[in-house]
């Protein structure tokens, strides 16, 4: 398969995942407004992708295995939000204040650029995510806190 079906791929699963998320899941797919720049994120369990895609990106596919999807948007001058490279570190904090840092990883693929970090969790665990997304051209980190609870399919 070429890259560009690949990137059409996994870009209708992640979309997928989302809707599926949405409807039960207020935090999921969500986006927090910087003035030109916007951090879009969402939440999921990496059990919605398919094992091909999570071969073809490396990602384990696991029902204890959580995913966190962040892009980061600036305005261009025609008014609409472009995809940029920058840089995304975080963590998630459980229910009894454990942390764990997220190793993010950027996925480029033409006109979209993806930060990539996985998780586990617990079924039904309130986990709180902090967020720092930093794009060239931008004046400070974008922080982003979320709090979200993942359950098994």
């Known amino acids: 398969m070429n890259a560009l079906k690949h990137n059409t791929k996994f870009r209708i699963l992640l979309t ?11 935090h999921a797919g969500q986006f927090e407004d910087f003035g030109d720049y916007q951090v879009h994120y ?6 919605f992708l398919t094992p091909d895609i999570a071969k073809q990106y490396e990602l384990v596919r696991s029902k204890s295995v ?6 980061i948007l600036h305005k261009a001058d025609d008014g609409t939000f472009k995809p940029v490279n920058g840089q995304v570190e975080g963590k998630v904090i459980n229910d009894i204040q454990q942390n764990r840092f997220l190793a993010f990883r950027r996925i ?5 650029v993806y930060f990539i970090a996985q998780f ?3 079924n039904g665990e309130l986990l709180t995510f902090e967020l720092k997304a930093n794009a060239p051209g931008a004046r400070q980190g974008m922080p982003v806190r979320v709090a979200q609870s993942l359950v098994n399919d």
Not at 16 to 26: E, F
Not at 66 to 71: D, K, L, R
Not at 108 to 112: F, I, K, S, T, Y
């Open 16 to 26: 997928a995942g989302l809707l599926v998320l949405l409807s039960g899941l207020s």
């Open 108 to 112: 480029d693929e033409g006109d979209a």
């Open 66 to 71: 959580g995913i966190v999807n962040v892009s």
């Open 42 to 47: 969402s939440i999921f369990p990496s059990s």
């Open 120 to 122: 586990q969790y617990i």
